[in-house]
């Protein structure tokens, strides 16, 4: 079975600053994806970007970008220029490639998501 | 924030009532999904369905029954719940063969008394 563990329960920044989010997962697939979706006081979740694993190019969404060490199993998320709107809470998540239902696997993608990290943003 | 949506955003609830959360899809998705998010653990898949039969049911007690009538919607029935079912219930959708990302609805925060 997956695992998705986020190490830091809480962060904070000073708007325009940068901060970097930490997540690492256990896994024995080669192929899989990965996601960091945000989810505001508002509660609606909301993805950030999306990495898939066979692509050495860590993905980049205009002020997010990831670190992604296929290796070291680990999937950070940077936000640069850090905002006001910003805050909220993080959560990585992996996928494991969806496969058929004839070759034994299932119709859908399932997702396994951590714990999440509170971000918050300081004028 | 339409593409997904939820009703009501908030219920109270007796252990003894019998009530049904609502998900929407505006999206043409083909699959859905209930989790449930309580306060300091990860998010957990509840069920899922795909083309709107139930491919996956986690464990979870029959006092939660899922209903998906068609691909835009899925209903989570309620009855007899425990205070510990007191969590934010989140429905989500996606299209099979295209990333499947998942896009969340906006949850319902139910409180059992």
């Known amino acids: 079975a997956q695992t998705v563990t986020q190490s830091q329960p809480e962060m904070s920044v000073q708007e325009a600053e940068t901060v970097t989010l930490s997540c690492t997962y256990d896994?024995?697939?080669?192929?899989?994806?990965l996601f960091w979706y945000k989810q505001p006081p508002s509660r609606q979740m909301i993805l950030v970007i999306r990495?898939?694993?066979?692509?050495?190019q860590n993905a980049t969404e205009n002020r997010f970008s990831v670190n992604f060490q296929k290796a070291a199993k680990s999937f950070s998320l940077k936000i640069s220029d850090s905002q006001l709107g910003d805050t909220a809470m993080y959560f990585c998540?992996?996928?494991?490639?969806?496969?058929?239902?004839?070759?034994?696997?299932?119709?859908?993608?399932?997702?396994?998501f951590g714990q999440g990290t509170i971000l918050t943003v300081h004028p | 924030e339409t593409g997904v949506t939820q009703t009501p955003r908030h219920l109270v609830m007796g252990m003894t009532n019998k009530k049904s959360l609502k998900c929407e899809q505006h999206?043409?998705?083909?699959?859905m999904y209930w989790y449930k998010q309580s306060a300091k653990k990860p998010l957990e898949l509840m069920f899922v369905?795909?083309?709107?039969?139930?491919?996956e049911n986690n464990s979870v007690p029959s006092r939660f029954s899922p209903e998906c009538p068609n691909s835009s919607h899925l209903f989570l029935h309620l009855h007899t719940l425990q205070p510990e079912d007191s969590a934010l219930y989140l429905c989500?959708?996606?299209?099979?063969?295209?990333?499947?990302?998942?896009?969340f609805g906006p949850g319902t925060r139910l409180t059992v008394t």
């Open positions: 989500a959708s996606s299209l099979q063969g295209q990333g499947d990302e998942q896009y």
């Open positions: 896994t024995s697939e080669n192929n899989y994806y």
């Open positions: 990495q898939e694993a066979y692509k050495q």
């Open positions: 998540a992996f996928m494991k490639p969806r496969g058929g239902l004839y070759a034994g696997g299932t119709s859908y993608g399932k997702l396994t």
């Open positions: 999206l043409g998705h083909n699959a």
């Open positions: 369905y795909s083309l709107e039969e139930r491919v």
